[in-house]
Nanobody, 122 residues
Framework: QVQLVESGGGLVQPGGSLRLSCAAS????????MGWYRQAPGQQRELVAV???????NYADSVKGRFTITRDSPKKTVYLQMSSLKPEDTAVYYC????????????????WGQGTQVTVSS
């Protein structure tokens, strides 16, 4: 059983900052990528930022220069530092991981967290 548990969401004023965290736990053999997606009301889920285990990060154009993704591989944790937040950043933010488990070591599978609400409003 794999769990991704997010934390750090909340209400913030425009121009403010928040830091999201996501910790993966369970029978994890290895993690290829960890990242963040978001979904605003009435819209499709979209990529925010993703960090492969050995490659370069990828950001949505709308967050470049404002958001930073980092990863602590030994802790199986990924972070999203969000700065200069705008009302349009309001969404449920989901953690995503592509990983292998000890029970199925030959296949990478995608897992999702339960989501954390970020609201940017004055």
């Amino acid at each position: 059983q794999v769990q991704l548990v997010e934390s750090g969401g909340g209400l913030v004023q425009p121009g403010g900052s928040l830091r999201l965290s996501c910790a993966a736990s369970g029978s994890i053999l290895s993690i290829a990528t960890m990242g963040w997606y978001r979904q605003a009301p009435g819209q499709q889920r979209e990529l925010v930022a993703v960090m492969p285990s050995g490659g370069s990060t990828n950001y949505a154009d709308s967050v470049k220069g404002r958001f930073t993704i980092t990863r602590d591989s030994p802790k199986k944790t990924v972070y999203l530092q969000m700065s200069s937040l705008k009302p349009e950043d309001t969404a449920v933010y989901y953690c995503n991981a592509n990983l292998r488990t000890w029970t199925d070591p030959r296949h990478y599978r995608e897992y999702w967290g339960q989501g954390t609400q970020v609201t940017v409003s004055s």
